[in-house]
């Protein structure tokens, strides 16, 4: 693209796009640049500029902050309701913001204790988790949050962002949550990530020193640009750390972990070893903390 040319977004697309085209189109009637627009906020241009692309959602601070320095009688500020509900699709209201984060972030890393990540779970995996945490939901709502959750998968379409490092608990590889062929089918499609080298991960032995984290899943996200943030979650709740101190001290117990998990070579082994016995009907065995720990 040519220095100074810009691509026009087609704000008929979605809520967000057309939110963003008039911001850029207010903002440009106004005479200001984007670093203009964000001066005295603790935003920058770059933040901004992916708002009015339709990449970001904008924080109810800002779309004040914008609402002032435009004169748009709040206009904004009461749109950002409309682009959240957008974004959100059929994610959680507090796992949402996470979504988008993930086609920010440059490295992934997580820390699975009792279920498949969503990146990496199968629609089988996911409609059985949805089924099982949210009985009452029509089909149709289950078939949503299923597309939606496939759909985050497709940050791996991409060669080279993000790196995503994930360490699973051995249970969650031999204990079948699903009959035996569809947990071969979910066993190799996270063993076809890792050939693929879009995913490094790593199994923990059942019997490693791991209690204290057993009841505590966690994500970490860290991005270009942006402050690192910590995502941890139950099956009806989640919580979003950007605390720097906290996300030091996540950050050393995700380390103590993937020190007391197998190595990839030795997980991935396994990992395919589980899906060829799920496929055969054989019972895979414990690995704990033997030779290979």
Known sequence: MARGQRKDIDGS???PCFYGTELRFQREQAGLTLGQLVEGSFYGATYLSEIE???????????????RALGTDGFFERRCEDVRKAKQGAHASYFAPIVESETR???????????????LQGPAYARAVINATHSLDLQEEVEAKIRDRMARARIFD???????????HESLVLHP?????????QMEHIAA??????????????NAATQPFMKLSLMFLDFDDEPPLVYTEGPYHGQTLDDPA???????????????ALSPEASLALIEQAAED???GKRSRLVGRGPLA
């Open 193 to 206: 990530l890792a050939r693929r080298r879009r995913v490094v991960p790593q199994v923990l032995p059942w």
């Open 246 to 260: 906290l996300v030091r001290l996540y950050r050393k117990a995700y380390d103590r972990l993937r020190a007391a």
């Open 177 to 185: 949550l699903l009959p035996p062929a569809e947990m071969a089918e």
């Open 278 to 280: 799920y496929r055969n």
């Open 53 to 67: 692309r339709g990449q970001r959602r904008m924080p109810v601070d800002l779309a004040r902050h914008v609402d």
């Open 105 to 119: 972030a440059c490295r992934i890393e997580e820390w699975a204790n009792a279920l498949i990540p969503g990146l």
């Open 13 to 15: 697309t979605s809520v």
């Open 158 to 168: 991409d060669m080279k962002r993000p790196e995503y490092w994930v360490i699973l």
